[in-house]
């Protein structure tokens, strides 16, 4: 059986705080490839995007049918923001986009931001399931386990049917000939391993371009940064310069996802009266 060749379906977003992730996500309202997008706010920054966003108090609200979400043509037109209060509510939640056909079929993008911070929930859970106060100092083998759960995570992000960004922070680390390297912040060895994990791993960061601060996004690996570009003749390898997230996508001749959009529930007039 012939089969459709795979597009870009994942990309993470890496960088130091401040260079501009979370403003980048926020460019998808304006994209409809992308909208209705579910947004994952586990930092609590999405001040910068608020005008974008639609806020959810409970998880219910994004995983029932008959939710107010779901009845009304908001989520259309603005980001749908839940914040999960632990690893298992946010693995639960990516589980039930591939489970549920209802949420499989409404939205078209899902955004974790951030998994710096999905990883310190985690360990946070790890230690806690050794019987200990999830503040004390986590062991190595805490360090294993958590790593192990993120991994998997990761995979099912990855293996969504909608396109999901998720944001990191940057960190740097030293390989065996004593030189640095940029890579994503996530525990472990998995901060270089996730580029053999998604389709693209980019790096965001600013500079000062004739007195302008510029904020600039690349694929593009490096011995000093470690990136990834698995898009046909590597298209996001180049230098972006205050890229949106439509300018990638078109960039990568990303193709919209064909869906099943749930329409608004309406009133019968007749019944009403």
Known sequence: MIV???ELGSMIIFGSPGTGKTHFI???????RLMPCLFLDLEGGTLCIKSKCVYCSDASDILSESSEVYSSSVATSKLVVYKPKSFAETSNIIR???????LRNFYKCVVVDSLSELNYLLLRETISERGKDPDSAPEIADYGRSGAKLRTFLKDLRDISQLSLATCLAKIETDTFGRNYTCSSLVGQLGVQVTGIVDAVAYMDIKLKDKEVVRTFTASQTPGLKAKDRTEGCTLSKVFENPTITEILNTANYAERQTTQLKPKTTNSNTAN
């Open 4 to 6: 459709e060749p795979r």
């Open 26 to 32: 926020g460019t998808s309202v304006v994209d409809e």
């Open 96 to 102: 039930s986009l591939a489970r549920k056909d209802f």
